[in-house]
């Protein structure tokens, strides 16, 4: 097994105190005693359900070499190493950079933030570099990649060991590139703490994630807390059209450069066209067709090409590749039946915003007699406050709305649903229903429909499960949809 002495793990990391060997050997890094073994580095963190810091004696005792804390433990083992550090979740990234030979300084790699669209940037710049003839990597909501080999992904970004463990495979593979999302979670919790960017790329700030984050002020600090780390060597994207665009490149060293529908900005795009079939848009001064639905996808492609432009690209052989490529899976992602002349549609909206912008270009692009019906439900053990605005916004804007569970976690289904009801105003009660079982009212939904009529299936997109007091049931929106309009044939 080949090991790293700790001190070579330790050069970008401010330790207050050091008990025992500084050259021990370390053979691998964990931040979850459950996975510790001998020889390996603990690292101990303050959760959110409980604290690292109690499981120190049992990492000692399955034989960890080396101890990383906030808070020495009243007896310390000889046989073990022990730093101590003022904030361990921040000392980890630099140390599992360091471990994995920093593998994101061999690498161009750009960093993704906002609340909604971060997937669909990630998935297309990744697709984009690719047929530019670049090796490269990415990291997402829906699956890791290097190249085309795809990797499951647990989450949005993964924690520092498991993103540099990543980072480092897609460098042994011969990838030049990186291309990954980065959650306001991410950044609280100092999970890229100690990488190196070569560019960021803001979306949008909207509601979501206040459980966490307390109020959105936290938020936005989250996410502005990504581009006040990038180095002045890294460009920052930023969208001028959204409220907090502007404020995300206040105290960046970065490079800044915006994109804009509305005003004057490095990278313009105007809206010609938006229809069923993909956006019309004049990009830079050239008229361009793309096979992405939606305004919001216009702002999604414009930050892309703008990221391919400052990343030095030939902005006409972007354009011409961007112009080709499809969108992300479970995004806006087309169900269809051979004979069933009902639209099935299914996305990944599961914030307020991105129910609005996905409903809104139903509206935009529809034909008048073509009804919208919309299945959509909200999170188990996640920001409760915008379970009533989606429910409204739901029931707004279409002609039928079925409100189902959407991983209720460890909450009872019902009384998330009754949440999301509470939103409604007297007359869109006459066309909502509460169908809990998310199967059922996938098939109430095209019931309801009349052939040419669409059915949008919203909140869980690309994902392969339902998680029902915490047990993960197979679960695919898309498969349930086609199933349920091959029934109705
Ligand atoms: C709320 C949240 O972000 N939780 C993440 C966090 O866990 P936590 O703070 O709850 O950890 P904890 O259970 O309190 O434990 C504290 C520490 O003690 C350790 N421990 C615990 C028990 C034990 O026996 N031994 C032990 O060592 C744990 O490993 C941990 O290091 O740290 C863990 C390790 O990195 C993550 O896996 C976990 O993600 C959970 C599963 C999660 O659901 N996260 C979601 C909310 C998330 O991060 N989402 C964002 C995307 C959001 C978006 O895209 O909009 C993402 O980036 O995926
Ligand atoms: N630029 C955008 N602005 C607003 N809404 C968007 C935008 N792009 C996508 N959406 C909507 O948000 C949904 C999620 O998109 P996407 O997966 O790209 O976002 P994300 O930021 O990666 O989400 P997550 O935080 O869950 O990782 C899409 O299915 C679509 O409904
Ligand atoms: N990244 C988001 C995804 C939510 C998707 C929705 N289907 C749900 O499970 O709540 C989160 O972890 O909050
Ligand atoms: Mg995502």
Same mark, same amino acid.
């Given at each position: 097994m080949s090991t790293l002495p700790l001190f070579a793990l330790l050069t970008d990391v401010n330790v207050l105190a050091q008990h025992g060997n500084p050259d021990a050997p370390v053979a691998g890094l964990t931040l979850d005693s459950r996975q510790a073994g001998p020889g390996m580095l603990f690292c101990a963190l303050r959760g959110t359900a409980t $604290?690292? &810091? +109690?499981?120190i004696a049992t990492a000692v005792q399955q034989g960890v070499g080396v101890v990383v804390c906030e808070e020495l433990p009243a007896e310390l083992n000889p046989a073990t190493t022990y730093v101590l550090v003022a904030d361990s979740a921040a000392a980890l990234g630099p140390i599992a950079s360091a471990f994995y030979g920093h593998p994101s300084r061999q690498l161009q790699l750009i960093g993704v933030t906002g609340t909604n669209g971060k997937t669909t940037c990630a998935t297309l710049l990744h697709k984009l570099l690719r047929e530019l003839g670049y090796h490269a990597g990415l990291l997402s909501t829906v699956q890791n990649q290097i190249d085309e080999t795809v990797i499951a992904s647990t989450h949005t970004t993964p924690d520092a060991i498991r993103l540099n463990e990543l980072l480092a495979r897609m460098v042994a593979a011969g990838c030049t590139h990186a291309c990954m999302e980065v959650s306001s979670h991410a950044v609280a919790q100092h999970r890229v703490d100690g990488l190196r960017f070569v560019g960021g790329i803001f979306t949008n700030l909207t509601h979501d994630h206040l459980d966490y984050h307390g109020t959105f002020d936290n938020y936005l600090k989250a996410k502005k807390g990504f581009f006040d780390a990038l180095p002045k060597t890294a460009f920052a994207l930023t969208? *001028? %059209? $959204? +409220? @907090?665009g502007p404020v995300m490149l206040q105290n960046t060293a970065a490079r800044r450069a915006t994109y804009s529908l509305r005003t004057a900005a490095t990278f313009r795009a105007r809206l010609v066209a938006n229809e069923m079939h993909g956006l019309l848009l004049e990009m830079d001064g050239q008229e361009v067709h793309f096979r992405l639905i939606g305004v919001f996808n216009a702002y999604n492609l414009l930050a892309v090409y703008g990221a391919a432009v400052l990343l030095g690209e030939d902005p006409t052989e972007a354009l011409t590749i961007l112009s080709g490529l499809t969108t992300a899976p479970g995004r806006f992602e087309p169900v269809a039946v051979l004979g069933n002349a009902i639209m099935g549609l299914v996305d990944y909206a599961h914030t307020p915003d991105a129910l609005e912008n996905v409903l809104q270009t139903l509206h935009q692009t529809r034909r008048p007699e073509q009804h919208i019906i919309t299945v959509v439900g909200c999170g188990g053990? @996640? %920001? *409760? *406050?915008?379970r009533p605005i989606m429910a409204r916004l739901a029931a707004q804007l279409s002609d039928q709305v079925i409100l189902t569970a959407d991983n209720p976690r460890d909450e009872d289904p019902l009384e998330i649903l009754r949440q999301m009801q509470a939103g409604l105003t007297p007359p869109a009660d006459a066309h909502t229903q509460l169908i809990a079982d998310r199967r059922q009212a996938i098939r109430a939904a095209v019931a309801l429909a009349r052939p040419g009529d669409l059915v949008l299936v919203a909140g +869980?997109? &690309?994902?392969?499960y339902q998680e029902i007091k915490g047990v993960k049931s197979p679960f695919d929106d898309r498969e349930e949809l086609r199933a349920a309009l091959l029934e109705t044939n």
């Open positions: $604290d690292g &810091h +109690k499981f969208n *001028a %059209d $959204d +409220k @907090r053990n @996640r %920001d *409760a *406050a915008k +869980k997109g &690309h994902e392969t």
